[in-house]
């Protein structure tokens, strides 16, 4: 709930329901707040390049700094409609490109707006397609889950939020560009440090889960994470088939965890997949064992190929809501399986104010739930929204790459009540635009800002930086290493969807700048990029 107590839960309920009408994909009926970007567009110097280091130096060797928070927005107006521009998606669609016929366009029709997005499940489970020898189906592939699956070099701040740096670079197509807004939240505390969890797992034991490196692959997760956790955390664990049972009550993990062995030893597959009931059953146990001072998370690790009962994301999650609203219970989806809900999932994610990620193997799993643990259940930020403000003097296009579904009007920025996306310590969320300047253009570009509330206090914080024309100025190709592999995960992303990003490379040129940002990073997961876009490439052809 908002900072400011009068806001009751009836009506942070009703604003929500407001906001997802408002947040439908490909929606283009957005208010626009004329003053925001007028007021935004003065002052602030160029922040660049993720790989420029902790001082924030830009690729053209200008210093960064962070600005203040962006003016208030005026009240909303209607924008012009936009018009079709190179790289809209097969299907005709067209997301977020600038009009460029419009007599005299306005500030208003250069913003972007969106809810912060920390998913990678779609890029887990199309690697995992093409190793099955299958090419992904193009309508669950989310762009930026495959962009932000590659962890980037942006500066970290202190304590909670984020910081906002900003780079960009010369795509292969005359006239066009790719801008990159990098934001990253702090480090985790040690794990001495860390608050204690509470965690409640939601775990699908219906017959699909029978697939070998499913269920089997959840249990051994789930007991190697065991023998990490810390004695004052605690688990319980709750299992659903046609019908929910909550198999082992929130317990503490010092002294018990034999018992807690014990009981994901005894999981075992049984029938249909009733997940509404697996997720209510999951979230009346965490309300029950909720812990004050603890991070209270459900972990839902499913197929998500629900088949008996509610299969709606919104009906189920409306059932919990108060559970969600309540007590700030979130949901972090864990999706296993060669068949696998995509889109059940991530739409249960983001509507239970979480994120997901897909694991195929037992180095995934481990990853997930030893490694980076405190960034898949602690928070940071809660609310998160970015904005970008394009200058309508340099700027003739643009297009956001991904968070087609993440949408949120330009005049609720500033509305706290409206979801945004809740993020943890160790992220980093990357936006790419594909930007196309006016001729002769220079100077300011874009005022991209964050806003966010603390995870702890609820009061609202924000942060902006600025990039210029000169930083667009370099090749993508000859950009920093972060930038090249963030146009590489974009660019095989779009393939996939069979879109038309400007200066789209074949994907056999694509796998070889993959191959060499490989050996320049020695980055397994560099490497396994390289690997899948080659996957693809044969399986095209």
Known sequence: MRPDSEHRAGDRDRTRASARARRRPRARTRARAAGLLAAALVGGLLVTGCAGGSDGSSSDGSKARRTGPLPAPA????????????????????????????PSPTPADYLSTFALDVDTASYGYARRTLADGRLPDPKPVRPEEFINSFRQDYPRPEGNGFSVTADG?????????????????????????????????????SGSMSETGRLDLVKQSLGVMTDHLRSDDSLALVTFSDTAETVLPMTRVGGSRGRVHDAID??????????????????????????????????????????????????????ISDARREHGITLFGVGVGSEYGDALMERLADKGDGHTTYVSTPEEARKVFCDELPQ?????????????AFDPQTVQRFRLIGYDDRQVADDDYRDDRVDGGEVGPGHTVTALYAVRLRPGASGHVATAGVRWLDPDTRAPHEETAQIEASALDTDVWRSNQGLQLTATAAYFADALRQGALPGAPTLPQLASHADKLARATEDKDVRQLAEAIRRADGLQN
């Open 266 to 319: 005894s999981l075992e597959p049984r029938s249909s997949t009733n997940l509404d009931a697996g997720v209510r059953t999951g979230y009346d146990t965490a309300v029950e064992g909720a812990r004050p001072g603890a991070t209270n998370r459900v972990v839902l690790l499913s197929d998500a190929l629900a088949n008996t009962g509610e299969t709606d994301a919104d009906a189920i999650l409306d059932r």
């Open 75 to 102: 009240p909303a107006r209607p924008s012009a409609p936009a018009t079709p521009a190179p790289g809209t998606e097969a299907d005709g669609e067209q997301r977020d490109i600038a009009p460029t016929d419009t």
């Open 376 to 388: 898949n259940i602690e928070l940071r930020a809660r609310e998160a929204k970015a904005q970008v």
């Open 169 to 205: 670079a010369r795509a292969g197509e005359e006239g066009w560009s790719f801008l990159r807004v990098g934001l990253a939240t702090g480090p985790a505390a040690p794990a001495s440090e860390r608050p204690p969890a509470a965690l409640t797992f939601v775990i699908d034991v």
